[in-house]
T-cell receptor, first 115, second 109 residues
Framework: DGGITQSPKYLFRKEGQNVTLSCEQN?????MYWYRQDPGQGLRLIYY???????QKGDIAEGYSVSREKKESFPLTVTSAQKNPTAFYLC??????????????FGPGTRLTVL | LAKTTQPISMDSYEGQEVNITCSHN???????ITWYQQFPSQGPRFIIQ???TKVTNEVASLFIPADRKSSTLSLPRVSLSDTAVYYC??????????FGKGTRLHILP
């Protein structure tokens, strides 16, 4: 069964702690993305990666970090520098690098709440 | 960057045809327009994509006039389950696309 998975579905952390959100895909896609969504708002791009060992900042990268050591995995770390981390985080992948209009396939999301 | 503008929200009734218009004033000749649908607490899902005239699939149609300054997503005979947020995306010159705030469509019985 091909798809994109995110874990955990819900995550609670204390203020000041770093937290890592998992994103895995078995679609053999080159490109992967992380988005943040706040209540009633659209998606904002945090980071994206077109190929293994390479990634670029999106529109709101401050306070976040990523790695892309394997094609199928693109974890996102929310650091203590992120001033307002409580949000719904969505990971996506698309087949080819350099083709932004390729269909993006989204995971189920992780809802992070910082207490 | 190509910017899109869509209505914040729309209401319609079951069985009606719904048309959501998206304005995109500065897209290039072969730039694609893509629409996604998002239900609450889920990731968006691809609906349809095109760059000229009309494209139709099993769930929607996409109309793009000759001047390409706007496009219209058409949902035939909507049902309650079509209540969702609909995003219009325009291609950009770099390697990313931009999701705006979308149109919140509410289908009434």
């Amino acid at each position: 069964d091909g798809g994109i998975t995110q874990s955990p579905k819900y995550l609670f952390r204390k203020e000041g702690q770093n937290v890592t959100l998992s994103c895995e895909q078995n679609l053999n896609h080159d490109a992967m993305y992380w988005y943040r969504q706040d209540p009633g708002q659209g998606l904002r791009l945090i980071y994206y990666s077109q190929i293994v060992n390479d990634f670029q900042k999106g529109d709101i990268a401050e306070g976040y970090s990523v790695s892309r050591e394997k094609k199928e995995s693109f974890p996102l770390t929310v650091t203590s520098a992120q001033k307002n981390p409580t949000a719904f985080y969505l990971c996506a992948s698309s087949p080819r690098q350099g083709y932004p209009t390729d269909t993006q396939y989204f995971g189920p999301g992780t809802r992070l709440t910082v207490l | 960057l190509a910017k899109t503008t869509q209505p914040i929200s729309m209401d319609s009734y079951e069985g009606q045809e719904v048309n959501i218009t998206c304005s995109h004033n500065n897209i290039a000749t072969n730039d694609y327009i893509t629409w996604y649908q998002q239900f609450p607490s889920q990731g968006p899902r691809f609906i349809i994509q095109g760059y000229k005239t009309k494209v139709t699939n099993e769930v929607a149609s996409l109309f793009i006039p000759a001047d390409r300054k706007s496009s219209t997503l058409s949902l035939p005979r909507v049902s309650l389950s079509d209540t969702a947020v609909y995003y219009c995306l325009a291609e950009n010159r770099d390697d990313k696309i931009i999701f705006g705030k979308g149109t919140r469509l509410h289908i009434l019985p």
